[in-house]
Structures are given as C-alpha cells and as structure tokens.
C-alpha cells in the first residue's frame, strides 16, 4: 500500500459512514410515511411482514453496519495520527492532519496555512516521504 492510499483510508471509511446515514434517513423517511389502510376484509395470516416493520428492520441493519465503521473509523484515525505526530516538522504534521484527518482541499490548507498553494504541494511531497520512512521503519 502506498503512503497516500495509508493515509487515504479515513476519508474512504467516513464517506462509507456518510452514505449509510443518508441510507438511515432514507428508510426513517420511508418508514414514516407508510399509512395504514382500513378495510373489513378478512387480512390474509400468510400475508408477509408490513412495510414500516420491514424499513424498522433495515434501518436497524445498517444502523449496526455504521457503528461497526465508526468504531472502524476512530481506530484508523487514532493509528494514522500516531503516524503524523511521529513526523518531526510541527508544520508538516499538520498539514498531513488538515489533508488525511480534517478532509480539507488543497486551496483550503493553503488559505488556513498561509502559503502558496504550489509551496502546500512541496510540502506535501516531503511530508509524505517523512511517513513513508516512518512507515518502512513498522515491523510488517
């Protein structure tokens, strides 16, 4: 794996986080909006489950597929940090967090950071060879 795509995880694992919450407020949505439909007939017993039991049911589903990708996402945030604050320059290491942890764009950092964008790229170029000694320096 390459350093960029290690300290590329975390924004994979929180978009995977976003869209299952949206999946959530989806099916809350769904399941809100189902009506019940009066009628004298006799209801069929073999008939399947109604509609809000079974957007409850899925919601729920996901619900615990999103939690086991939060606990995922502050584990890999916790060891990708470990790996930034091992960098010695203050100023690398916090563009590796604004870039891997904050999710910032590159004008952003540049702005926040006070540089030139092309000196952010520069930076970027030494901070990640920094991560990559760390990194070839981890026991396999």
Known sequence: MTTKAYLGQARFLDMRIKSKIQQIDSLRELATSCTAVLSDMPRNPNHGASKVESCVLKIIEVQEGLKDDIDALVELKKEIMATIHAVEDVELQTLLEKRYLCFLSWERIAVEMHYSIQHIYRMHDAAL????????????
């Open 129 to 140: 060879a920094a991560v990559t000694e760390i990194l070839a320096g981890r026991p396999a």
